[in-house]
């Protein structure tokens, strides 16, 4: 049905249709009593009124229903918007004019630590700490005067400390009553205040770090402008401008040419440089090494916003780094330098002129030089008499020069060493050997023999060395010089011990050899008195005789082992390998009748090395150590002589093991000497010779000879001969 217009076309109201029916009611009661006098008109009328009173009434029913509908929304909405009240999570409070509440929720009931009814019709200025009471007042002010108010205040709960809340207020609508009200939120900032004090004590922390800090701090922007500098950044750069350098970048890492930690920093990537030298820039100033880091700000969208500089002066730390790199260098040196003498001295034995040319060679090496020399001093004569050249050079050994033309005169005039680096930048750059040789580099040093000087050792270089001359190499050269002074004193006298050795060699063979010849004389006749006038000679007369010629024959045979001695090493020639297992199966060979009648065995468990030796020497030597080693053997069993080897790290050591009478350890130092008995001839035949002459023939082959025994366990000879290799 069309909706009723009023005379404005706008619909009516539930009164106005109200009113409206009530009037078509009357007006039908009207007709009614009219109707009993009947007529058209008024039937006609009568039904027009029904009609409008129908319409009315049906208007009547829609409206009411659209006002259910609506009352039913209302109070959906009304629930929903206590709910939001009630339920929030932040305090709500509803306050009139007086600053009372006249309502709280949930939330603000739970700040307050009180129930609704403990809290409503009461001021909220009780619910507030004493110290904030008047922040409140003024907050309430600014609401009444039309203002929405926000103020920080302390709410005081009940059994609960006071804590921070934002309190925010602004005045309700008419709508919410005839009286003056406003609603009030709480909200607790107890958590931000917290995070507000952490954020402070670590700022305060943060700034007392880096103020205090001994590390140079500085902060840059994007643009290399400082942003905030500490003391000791200032301490070591001085205070900056706020500006980048006039020349692009930053003004202090272009002076240390260390551009890349900025650069590095803006990329988002931290860098270090452990050592950056810094040159004084001035005569009076000094050097100074910074240690330098650089490290990235991100921002929040992944920007670089800032870069933290840090840099530590380590200026005394490198001053003792260097100092000790100095020491342990010079500390490097001079164990060279003892290395270098170490291996000097224990050069093979051989000549004098082997190992001092050796010693040269070594010298030159460790030196870094290019030739070294030994030279004779005999007044103002200059002899070369051993030299070395690295490069291999023609030998200027034996040249002969005036000894102020040469370097060694400042050698001869201070008796000390002279080291020259640089002789072109010495005060020695007029001499006249470096003007016609131009010898740079030279350290020479004097030598003596048995307390005089000698001569010179030098080595020499034509050009300059890399370094200067330290006193380690100062003490390498006397010590050289030292040893050079003994080798040369040892060959000296070796040559004068040669000479009388040779000397009293010929003369015991002389002696041995024309002592035979009388010797044989007597012999011959002795036997020959005794043939022809055996018979008529007593028994005592017989045994003299026998005496004689007993001792006539062990005469000889003394001669004879004499001569055997002095020819050792008389015609020595050149060592050679030598088969030992060769030297000890000819030795058992001509011992093979000794061997057989003592019914003995020699064992060679495994073959025998090789060694530098003179074969017939060997052999003569095994010769005697095996037939002792048969000769003196235990009376109840045979003898059995057992020979092996081991190696060393360049010799080889051979065992002469047997199980006779064995020695007793008194003597194991006297029984290598010339006519040294430990039985009587009666007992066992022999001159006290044999080991004697093992002895020298050891002694020729630079090897060594000792024995092991007891007595009665048997008797171990170990020889230690040169190896071949």
């Known amino acids: 049905m069309p909706e009723e217009k009023g005379k404005t076309g706008t619909p009516r109201t539930k009164a106005q249709l109200e009113a409206e029916n009530a009037a078509l009611v009357r007006e039908i009661a009207a007709l009614r009593r009219r109707a009993a006098t009947p007529g058209a008109e008024s039937q006609q009328q009568m039904a027009e009124t029904l009609h409008n009173l129908r319409v009315h009434q049906e208007e009547l029913r829609a409206q ?43 939330a603000g009931m739970g700040m307050l630590g009180r129930t609704k009814g403990r809290i409503t019709g009461k001021p909220f200025l009780l619910f507030v700490d004493k110290k904030s009471r008047k922040d409140l007042d003024d907050h309430f002010a600014r609401v009444r005067a039309g203002h929405r108010a926000s103020s920080e205040l302390w709410l005081a709960p009940e059994a609960h400390p006071a804590f921070p809340v934002i309190l925010e207020s602004v005045r309700l609508s008419d709508g919410w009553g ?85 650069t590095e ?44 500089l840090v840099h530590e002066d380590i200026t005394p730390r490198m001053r003792v780094e260097l100092a000790l790199s100095e020491q342990t260098a ?25 190992k001092l040319a050796d010693a040269l060679g070594l010298g030159c090496r460790h030196l870094g030089l290019g030739s070294g020399m030994i030279s004779r001093v005999d007044g103002g004569r ?38 020259i680096a640089h002789w072109g930048q010495s005060p020695h750059a007029d001499h006249p050997c470096y003007k016609e040789h131009g010898l740079e580099s030279y350290v020479g040093a004097p030598i003596r023999v048995r307390g005089n000087v000698y001569g010179t050792v030098n080595f020499n270089s034509p050009d300059p060395s890399p370094r200067e001359f330290d006193d380690g190499d100062r003490e390498f050269m006397r010590l050289l010089a030292r040893w050079i002074g003994a080798v040369l004193e040892e060959d000296g006298i070796r040559r004068e011990l040669a000479r009388s050795n040779a000397d009293l060699e010929q003369f015991a063979y002389i002696a041995s050899h024309d002592l035979r010849s009388p010797l044989r004389q007597v012999s011959s006749y002795v036997s020959l008195l005794l043939r022809r006038y055996g018979e008529k000679l007593d028994a005592d007369a017989r045994e003299f005789i026998a005496f004689a010629h007993d001792g006539a024959v062990r005469m000889d045979h003394l ?24 030297v000890v199966n000819e030795a058992c060979a001509n011992l093979h009748s000794s061997i057989a009648d003592a019914n003995g065995l020699v064992e060679i ?34 003898p059995v002589v057992t020979v092996t080897a081991s190696a060393r790290a360049m010799t080889q050591v051979i065992t002469i093991r047997d199980n006779g009478i064995g020695i007793d350890p008194v003597y194991h130092d006297t029984i290598f000497g010339v006519f040294k008995r430990l039985h009587t001839p009666d007992k066992y035949e022999g001159t006290g010779i044999g080991l004697a002459i093992c002895k020298k023939i050891v002694d020729q082959h630079h090897g060594r000879i000792w024995v092991e025994s007891r007595t009665g366990e048997g008797t171990a000879f170990h020889v230690e001969l040169p190896g071949d290799n």
């Open 64 to 106: 009411n229903e659209e006002l259910h509908l609506a009352q039913g929304h209302i109070e959906k909405v009304s629930t929903r918007y206590r709910d939001l009240f009630e339920y929030s999570p932040i305090g709500y409070f509803i306050i009139d004019g007086n600053a009372v509440v006249t309502d709280a929720n949930i």
């Open 178 to 262: 005839d009286h003056w009200q406003c609603l009030t939120t709480a909200m607790d900032i107890t958590d931000r205040k917290r995070a507000e004090q952490a954020l402070r004590e670590s700022e305060i922390r943060f700034r007392a770090i880096f103020e205090q800090s001994p590390l140079a701090i500085q902060i840059v922007d994007s643009n290399a402008a400082p942003v905030m500098s500490n003391r000791a950044w200032v301490r070591m750069w001085g205070a900056q401008s706020p500006l980048p350098a006039a020349t692009g970048g930053h003004p202090v890492l272009n002076r240390l040419g260390a551009e890349s930690l900025l």
């Open 265 to 308: 920093g803006l990329a988002g990537r931290s860098q270090e440089i452990p050592a950056i030298h810094l040159a004084a820039e001035d005569g009076s100033g000094e050097d100074r090494w910074v240690h330098s880091h650089a490290y990235p700000i991100h921002g929040l969208d992944n920007s670089i916003p800032e870069v933290v």
């Open 330 to 354: 010079a500390l490097r040196r001079q164990y060279e330098n003892l290395r270098i003498l170490s291996e000097i001295m224990a050069l093979p034995a051989s000549t004098a002129a082997q």
């Open 382 to 419: 200059f002899t070369v008499e051993h030299y070395y050249c690295a490069l291999g050079k023609t030998s200027l050994a034996g040249s002969v020069f005036s000894l102020a033309s040469t370097n060694c005169s400042l050698v001869m005039a201070q008796d000390d060493v002279v080291a």
């Open 559 to 582: 001669v004879v082992d004499l001569l055997e001695f002095s020819r050792i090493g008389r015609d020595a020639k050149p060592m050679e390998p030598v088969s030992l297992t060769d």
């Open 605 to 638: 468990p495994a073959p025998l090395p090789m060694v530098k030796g003179a074969p017939l020497d060997l052999v003569r030597l095994f010769q005697n150590l095996i037939g002792n080693a048969i000769k003196y053997r235990l009376p109840d069993r045979p």
